[in-house]
T-cell receptor
């Protein structure tokens, strides 16, 4: 059974710092991995999607990497801003569980002005 | 265009009552998914529809939970004899088809509180 773990559960850093959020998954037979952002009372916004054949994806100040063999992904946020404060969720779609997305518990990020 | 919408945004009910949660997917999306997110946790899969039929309902926790999508568009998640443990945010998502390559777009969720 696929399990997704995110560390740390919460993180608070001053504005301007670069930071890394970590995600690990137990079954490497994944179709893709996504990073989502969730603001309080809002739905999920997809930030980056990495196909299993890819190693990384970049969008603006965000960079996500994928090491499928070791079951790990990182989300790198450069030059953090208070507007980046949100919960970040890592999620995988597996070949054996087509169409289900398996989510981690998230990292609650707070950027201090 | 319009995204996935869910109504109501908040629902407060008493233990033992029946509730219905509605999801309007993106127009033209044939696949529709329900997830449940408890406080401090990531969303957990409940059920997904391809068209009008439930293709996978393995995530429904028990027979108090039921979902329908009679015309292949709007879906309703129904919870009978609600319990305090049912309190959570219920998220709906839709995708163009149900393949792994199709991105799921999420609605804002319905926050259910069972007193």
């Amino acid at each position: 059974k696929q399990e997704v773990t995110q560390i740390p559960a919460a993180l608070s850093v001053p504005e301007g710092e670069n930071l890394v959020l970590n995600c690990s998954f137990t079954d490497s037979a994944i179709y893709n991995l996504q990073w989502f952002r969730q603001d309080p009372g809002k739905g999920l916004t997809s930030l980056l999607l990495i196909q299993s054949s890819q190693r990384e994806q970049t969008s603006g100040r965000l960079n996500a990497s994928l090491d499928k063999s070791s079951g790990r992904s990182t989300l790198y946020i450069a030059a953090s801003q208070p507007g980046d404060s949100a919960t970040y969720l890592c999620a995988v779609t597996g070949y054996s569980s087509a169409s289900k997305i398996i989510f981690g518990s998230g990292t609650r990020l707070s950027i201090r002005p | 265009g319009a995204g996935v919408s869910q109504t109501p945004s908040n629902k407060v009910t008493e233990k033992g009552k029946y509730v219905e949660l509605r999801c309007d997917p993106i127009s033209g999306h044939t696949a529709l998914y329900w997830y449940r997110q408890s406080l401090g946790q990531g969303p957990e899969f409940l059920i997904y529809f391809q068209g009008t039929g439930a293709a996978d309902d393995s995530g429904l926790p028990n027979d108090r939970f039921f979902a329908v999508r009679p015309e292949g568009s709007v879906s309703t998640l129904k919870i009978q004899r609600t319990e305090r443990g049912d309190s959570a945010v219920y998220l709906c998502a839709s995708s163009l088809t149900s393949g792994e390559s199709d991105e799921q777009f999420f609605g804002p969720g319905t926050r259910l509180t069972v007193l």
